[in-house]
């Protein structure tokens, strides 16, 4: 579980615990599976390989990252998409491996659309209205959390106060 995950309520024990985070994407900001799984038997190969060329993009631009890679270019997966080595290589091999019965609902896991963050600091919401029955937490994207001022009354402040 990342650190910027407020749970709401315990976690279901299953085999495989991840779930959606849009109608294309499985977010790993809360992420199970057997340790000795196919799926991460692959995330763990793809996450040590700095230089990792995605089976998911086109043909053409994937022969153009092995060429640089063979000639000593390659590209960096830092310099790649945002979420190559997350949630695009888990949707990728979940789905490759007919795993997509175990992800769970948006509102269980990612109701808090990212780009909804800001929700979080306004004064007169509280935790509950951001969250749905089925929620089991709100992940708060750290990246998009403002630096300074959490208002009295905020979802944040709740939070902050718990």
């Given amino acids: 579980v990342d650190c910027d995950v407020y ?3 315990p976690f279901f024990e299953d085999e495989y615990v991840f779930g959606w985070e849009s109608s294309k994407l499985i977010c790993n900001a809360v992420l199970k599976m057997p340790s000795g799984s196919h799926l991460l038997k692959n995330i763990l ?14 043909s053409r631009k994937r022969n153009k990252m092995a060429l640089r890679k063979k ?8 310099d790649q998409a945002w979420g190559v080595i997350g949630p695009q290589l888990l949707t990728h091999h979940v789905r490759e491996m007919n795993l997509t019965n175990h992800a769970s609902s948006i509102d269980a896991f990612y109701n808090l659309h990212f780009e909804c963050t800001g929700l979080l600091y306004e004064p007169g919401l509280s935790v509950r209205d951001l969250a749905t029955n089925r929620s089991s937490f709100l992940h708060l994207c750290n990246s998009r959390l403002k630096p300074s001022g959490v208002p009295a009354g905020s979802p944040m402040h709740e939070i902050l106060n718990a």
Avoid: R
Wanted: charged content about 15%; glycine content about 4%.
């Fill in 7 to 9: 749970c709401l309520k």
């Fill in 45 to 58: 190969k793809a996450s040590e390989d700095i230089y990792f060329i995605p089976p998911w993009i086109p």
């Fill in 71 to 78: 000639l000593g270019f390659p590209v960096h997966v830092a």
